[in-house]
C-alpha cells in the first residue's frame, strides 16, 4: 500500500518516498513555553503526533525520528517572568517559566494520547549552531550586519542564479509584490523592507549570549532561526517532513527555508511541508476576547483526553475543525463503546504490544491516504459492528489495535471508568480535580496535604497510584477502589 502525503510547497499529494526508510526525520514546530496551552495548540500535537505513529508502523518503531521543538527565548516568556516572579533576577525567572510551561505541556500532551517524541530540543541549547548558520548566511551574501543585528535579505537569495528555491516559494508570494506592498515605517538598519531578524541585540537584564558575525555586544536570535538549528542540529540539512499549524507557512517555514537552503546550498530544506488547519470554537474563531478560549487543561478537567482526541480525529487535518459540545458529547459515547468491548474479554483484550502485527487494512488505507483519519474513524465504526456480531478473541485484539494506533486506548478502560464512577456518584471532573491539586501538593512537598487528598479520594472509593509517563515523569492514575 502507498502512502500518499499532501505538500504545501508542491500543492500536491505525492507518494512518500523516505530520504533514509531506516531513519525517517520529522520536525514539527513545538510550543513557546510561557503559559498553559490551548486546544488549538493541541490539534497539532495531535496531527503529527499520528504523523509520526503511520511512520514508525509503516517504517518501524526505530526508524522514525521525530523532532518537536521548544522555543524557550521569546519576548512573551520573558514578560511572564517578570510578572510572576518579581525580585528574582530574570533569566532564573524565566528558567523557572519555562521549565514549569515546559511540563504542563508535556503532561498535557500526554493526556491527548500524544507519544513522547525522539527528540524535544530548546532552542537556548542551540544557541552555537544559531550562530554557525548565521556566519555562513554572511559569508555567503545572504546576510549583513547593520546597528548590532544580523539581518537575512531574500533578495540576496533570489539575486542566485543556482539550486536554491525561490523565496516566496513555500507561501506563494511574490518578492516583488512583498516588497511594493510593504509599510513604509521600516526599522532603519534594514536596508530593504523584506528583511528579516537573525539576531539582535539584547536589551539589559534579557537573556544574552555572544553575538555572531563580529558584533561585540550580547544579542539574542530571531525566531526562524532556532528552528533551522535544531533541525539541523538533529536531522540534518534536508530531512522528510516539516509540519506546523497553517499559520506558521509565512513568515516562519519561509524564513526558515530560506536560512537552511543558503546555509547549505541546497535546494530544499524539507522533501514535504504539512500544516494543520485551524481550530474554531462552535463557529468562532476562539479568543480570550470573546469568552471562548480553552487550554487542554481545562477541558481535561470535564472529559478524558481519548475523548478530546477523537473529536480532532473526526476533522482531516488539512480542514479547519469546528469544536462543539456537541461533538465532544458524541465522542464520549462513541469512546465509552469502543472501550465497552475491549473490556468484554477481560482485561488484556487490547494487547498494548501490537508492533509486529498487521494491522486492519482499511484503517491503514485511509492513514496512508494523507492522514484521512475522519474516514479512518468510519473504517473503526464498521469494525465495531462486524466485532459485535462476530466476538471472537482474536477480533477483539484487532480492535484493540486499531484503538491504540489511533492513541484512543492507552490501558484504561474509559467506559468501565465512567460506571464505576456513577455508581459511586463522583463525578469524573471532582477526581481529576483532587488529583491536580495534590499533584501539585507533593511538587512543593507538602506531603501531609498530599496524604490528606489521598484519604478524600479513599473516602469517596477512588484509589489512586503513583507511577511514571513514558518520560520518566511523576504520573498520578486512579482507579475505583476494590
Ligand atoms: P500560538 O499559541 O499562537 O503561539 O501558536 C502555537 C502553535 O499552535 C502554532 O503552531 C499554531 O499554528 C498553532 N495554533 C494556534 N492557534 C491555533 C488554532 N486555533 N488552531 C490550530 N492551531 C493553532
Ligand atoms: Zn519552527
Known amino acids: 500500500m502507498e502512502l500518499r502525503l499532501y505538500d504545501t510547497l508542491t500543492r500536491e499529494k505525492r507518494p512518500f518516498v523516505p530520504l533514509d526508510a531506516n531513519n525517517v526525520r520529522i520536525y514539527a514546530c513545538g510550543p513557546t513555553v510561557y503559559d498553559f496551552a490551548h486546544i488549538g495548540n493541541g490539534r497539532a500535537a495531535i496531527v503529527f503526533d499520528v504523523l509520526f505513529r503511520v511512520l514508525r508502523y509503516r517504517y518501524g518503531t526505530g526508524h522514525v525520528t521525530y523532532v518537536r521543538n521548544i522555543t524557550d527565548v521569546d519576548d512573551k516568556i520573558n514578560v511572564r517572568a517578570a510578572r510572576d516572579y518579581p525580585g528574582v533576577p530574570l533569566n ?57 543585528h544580523v539581518l537575512f535579505s531574500p533578495q540576496a537569495m533570489n539575486a542566485v542564479n543556482s539550486v536554491l528555491p525561490r523565496y516566496g516559494a513555500l507561501s506563494k508570494r511574490s518578492l516583488d509584490e512583498m516588497i511594493a506592498g510593504a509599510r513604509v515605517d521600516v526599522a532603519p538598519y534594514k536596508r530593504d523592507n523584506t528583511d528579516f531578524v537573525l539576531w539582535k541585540p539584547s536589551k539589559p537584564g534579557e537573556p544574552s549570549w555572544p553575538s555572531p558575525a563580529g558584533i561585540a555586544v550580547e544579542g539574542r536570535p530571531g525566531w526562524h532561526i532556532e528552528c533551522s538549528a ?53 463557529s468562532e474563531k476562539m479568543s480570550k476576547s470573546l469568552g471562548n478560549f480553552f487550554t487542554i487543561r481545562d477541558l481535561l478537567a470535564d472529559w478524558p483526553g481519548e475523548v478530546l482526541r477523537l473529536s480532532m480525529l473526526k476533522t482531516h487535518y488539512r480542514s479547519p475543525l469546528d469544536w462543539t459540545l456537541k461533538a465532544l458529547k458524541e465522542s464520549e459515547k462513541t469512546i465509552e463503546e469502543w472501550h465497552e468491548i475491549l473490556g468484554q474479554s477481560g482485561s488484556d483484550a487490547a494487547n498494548l504490544d501490537s508492533s509486529n502485527r498487521e494491522i486492519y487494512p482499511p484503517l491503514i488505507e485511509a492513514l496512508y491516504d494523507d492522514l484521512n483519519t475522519a474516514k479512518a474513524i468510519a473504517e473503526v465504526h464498521s469494525l465495531r459492528s462486524a466485532v459485535v456480531h462476530s466476538a471472537g478473541k482474536g477480533d477483539v485484539t484487532a480492535f484493540g489495535d486499531v484503538l491504540e494506533l489511533l492513541g484512543l486506548y492507552r490501558g484504561v478502560n474509559i467506559a468501565q471508568q465512567a460506571r464505576e464512577l456513577r455508581q459511586l456518584d463522583v463525578d469524573l471532573v471532582k477526581v481529576n480535580e483532587l488529583i491536580a491539586e495534590r499533584t501539585a501538593a ?40 476494590r
Not at 499549524?245 to 526558515?256: A, K, M, R, S, T
Not at 512543593?444 to 509517563?469: N, T, Y
Request: glycine share 8%; with cysteine; hydrophobic share 40%.
Open 442 to 481: 507533593r511538587a512543593r512537598k507538602d506531603f501531609k496535604e498530599s496524604d490528606r487528598i489521598r484519604d478524600e479520594l479513599a473516602a469517596m472509593g477512588v484509589a489512586i497510584k503513583d507511577g511514571k509517563d513514558a518520560d520518566g515523569k511523576p504520573l498520578t492514575t486512579w482507579e475505583v477502589a
Open 92 to 148: 532564573e525567572a524565566i528558567r523557572k517559566v519555562t521549565e514549569l510551561t515546559y511540563q504542563q505541556y508535556q503532561d498535557d500532551v500526554t493526556a491527548l494520547g500524544c507519544l513522547p517524541p525522539t527528540v524535544q530540543p530548546r532552542a537556548t541549547e542551540h544557541i552555537p549552531e544559531m550562530r554557525a548558520i548565521i556566519e555562513k548566511l554572511v559569508a555567503g551574501g545572504f546576510a549583513y550586519v547593520a546597528e548590532d
Open 230 to 282: 535544531m533541525a539541523w542540529k538533529h536531522l540534518g540539512e534536508k530531512f522528510d517532513i516539516h509540519g506546523g499549524g497553517i499559520d506558521l507557512v509565512f513568515p516562519h517555514h519561509e524564513n526558515e527555508l530560506a536560512q537552511t537552503c543558503c546555509a547549505f546550498h541546497t535546494d530544499r530544506m524539507a522533501n514535504v511541508w504539512m500544516h494543520n488547519g485551524f481550530l474554531q470554537i462552535e
